[in-house]
């Protein structure tokens, strides 16, 4: 196992990230406020370019390729952020870029992976294991592969979101972030750890993959079927070793919510923040609202992960 990173990881990411990805903003809802009891705070990375967080990481991974590295390419493989972050990046960084992506990605995610300028390979998530197909790619044609979570770059990246949030807010009671593989909630706890030590971490899962809050409670990582959610972007089936490292030391717990409770969480941004999130960028609100029935009166801090979904699709299921 590679190195864990450390909050001077992330600092020095935010350094890298500085004039690329976007700083984006906090915002704030009276509604939730009045809802949850609490003062709720939202780090918003549907504004994000490539609309999600993925891009931190991404970028923080690409940008330390070496020379070979770079004439190589990366391969890489994502339901869909991750995806656009790589393809983003590496067009910024004229790296050639290979990405696996599952066939019922949403629409526009794959769209937007191959308008970047990426080479994009299809598999079916059910049946084909996607890690598997990405060694084989790098190891055929000597690209670097960079996962979506289980990398100390990529982790040290997502961290920068939770460090702006932190520096704009100032200390949180509690703070909650979308767990898959686990890169945005290690990073998270790692900012929240240097800037917030005071403050409750909670990941948060889809109930039908919770693979994240059954590892932190056994202490060992478990691995689990593709759960069957509309939170597409963690239908992930076990914690990446390096983030699963850092949660265990730092976090709290792993709630999970229901995909309803996901489409309530949706139509709440869209009807009363006017901003569109994707599924699992409610995650955080969706659990949030729990949490704070129990603890009225508390700063609250919700990490919106992205904001990519298939909107046709959706407004069939809601």
Do not use: W
């Not at 450390?6 to 939730?32: F, K, N």
């Not at 800037?195 to 202490?219: M, Y």
């Not at 992930?236 to 309530?264: C, K, S």
């Amino acid at each position: 196992m590679a190195a864990l990173p450390t909050y001077d990881d992330v600092i020095a990411a935010a350094q890298r990230l500085a004039g690329h990805a976007h700083r984006t903003p906090v915002m704030t809802s009276r509604i939730a406020d009045q809802e949850c009891g609490a003062s709720v705070f939202f780090k918003c990375e549907n504004f994000q370019r490539t609309g999600s967080f993925k891009f931190r990481g991404a970028f923080n991974a690409l940008s330390q390729f070496d020379a070979r590295q770079r004439v190589a390419g990366v391969v890489a493989f994502s339901s869909g952020n991750h995806a656009q972050a790589i393809a983003l990046s590496a067009r910024i960084l004229d790296i050639p870029a290979t990405i696996v992506m599952p066939h019922d990605s949403p629409a526009p995610k794959l769209a937007a992976s191959r308008e970047y300028g990426a080479e994009v390979l299809i598999y079916d998530r059910y049946s084909e294991d996607r890690e598997a197909i990405g060694a084989r790619l790098a190891r055929e044609r000597g690209m670097t592969l960079i996962p979506p979570y289980d990398h100390p770059h990529v982790v040290a990246g997502q961290g920068t979101a939770a460090m702006e949030m932190l520096e704009e807010t100032g200390p949180l009671d509690a703070l909650f972030a979308p767990l898959g593989g686990g890169g945005l909630l290690s990073g998270t706890a790692l900012a929240a750890g240097a800037l917030s030590p005071g403050t409750r971490i909670f990941g948060v899962e889809p109930e039908a993959g919770n693979d994240g809050q059954r590892s932190l409670r056994s202490g060992a990582i478990v691995h689990i079927d593709t759960p069957t959610t509309i939170a597409d972007g963690v239908q992930t089936q076990h914690l990446g070793v390096i983030p699963f490292e850092i949660l265990r030391q730092r976090v709290t717990d792993v709630m999970t919510v229901t995909d309803a409770e996901l489409i309530e969480c949706m139509k709440f941004f869209a009807s009363r923040m006017k901003i569109f999130v994707e599924p699992t960028g409610c995650l955080g609100l969706a659990a949030a609202r729990d949490y704070a029935r129990t603890h009225p009166g508390q700063r609250i801090g919700v990490v919106i992960s992205g904001g990519n979904a298939d909107f046709a699709h959706l407004l069939k299921q809601a």
